[in-house]
């Protein structure tokens, strides 16, 4: 603060000193346009050199002014973090205070008055994830710093992953052997056009693997852009595809929560939305009511 009242303070002296210069240069030229031999050479003016001499220190003060409210911007974290078995890792570190806090331009947190930061960041899957940590403050690219972070899956999750992958697998290969064995049933029956069973397996392939709405699979199945199949093929396969719809949404609500750190309310309106996931809101709200369990 005083800093800043001294700086003006000089300021207001040089541009005095430099109008008393610029007042004695415009006698100097005066008399020198009347008669040249009545002044001594400009040289030996002394207004001349104050007035550069102001002129120097002016562009010096309005310089180191301008950015003495720049301050450089704090960031200390680690370089590496490890989950626990669930695989989540809690991120801290310090900052400057009150800067937005973020990984890979997703703001993830903000710091408190002191700098001091903390946020829960969780793992796709095993595997050892790098991350660009940035800090900055209203969007400032001149306040931005960033680093690199790892988070490490811990050993527990490592194994508890493993084991996920196996029933998972499992699971989906039982269900791929029923899904088949339905299939290759219905195609038996001579009644059903050979179109309504490709709409059929298509449509099971959808809910069962892109855990997609009832009304989405029919979009995509009717679609000129998307299956191509006619209005009657693609209401034989949502009238015999087997799926818990309730189930897609869940899964569904769960990618935007952990891949995209969106809100229930968001979750919820893009489950439901006629440009989004078309669920009912009957199946969007089984998801939101169980998605943190």
């Known amino acids: 603060m005083y800093f800043v009242q001294i700086l003006m303070a000089l300021t207001l002296g040089l541009f005095v000193l430099l109008a008393v210069s610029i007042y004695f240069g415009v006698k100097y030229y005066q008399a020198y346009r009347k008669d040249k031999s009545s002044v001594s050479p400009i040289y030996k003016q002394w207004w001349l050199y104050t007035g550069v001499i102001s002129l120097l220190f002016m562009f010096a003060s309005l310089g180191s002014g301008s950015t003495e409210n720049v301050k450089p911007t ?3 974290v ?3 973090f490890v989950t626990n ?3 989540v890792a809690t991120i801290s570190g310090k900052t400057s205070p009150d800067y937005d806090v973020n990984i890979d331009n997703l703001k993830q947190t903000a710091a408190d008055s002191d700098g001091n930061f903390s946020f829960e960041y969780k793992l796709k899957d095993a595997n ?4 660009r940590l940035e800090v900055e403050k209203n969007f400032d690219s001149k306040t931005k710093k960033s680093k690199t972070i790892y988070v490490k899956p811990s050993d527990s999750f490592i194994a508890a992953e493993s084991s996920s992958v196996a029933a998972s697998t499992s ?4 269900k791929a052997s029923q899904s088949s064995q339905a299939t290759a049933e219905s195609s038996e029956k001579a009644s059903t056009p050979v179109e309504y069973t490709s709409a059929l397996i298509k449509a099971t392939s959808y809910a069962k693997m ?3 709405s009832k009304q989405g699979i029919y979009d995509q199945l009717t679609s000129s852009a998307g299956e191509g199949f006619s209005v009657d093929a693609a209401q034989y396969a949502i009238d015999h595809v087997k799926a818990d719809w309730n189930a897609n949404a869940l899964a569904k609500a769960k990618d935007y929560q ?5 809100s229930p309310a968001a979750i919820q309106e893009q489950l439901t939305s006629s440009a989004g996931e078309k669920f009912t809101p009957e199946e969007a709200q089984y998801a939101i009511n169980n998605l943190n369990k």
């Open 210 to 212: 892109m855990h997609m």
């Open 74 to 76: 704090k960031l200390t």
């Open 258 to 262: 952990n891949q995209m750190a969106m």
């Open 85 to 87: 078995d669930k695989g």
């Open 78 to 80: 680690n370089e590496t």
């Open 128 to 131: 050892k994830k790098s991350l």
């Open 171 to 174: 699971q989906s290969a039982v």
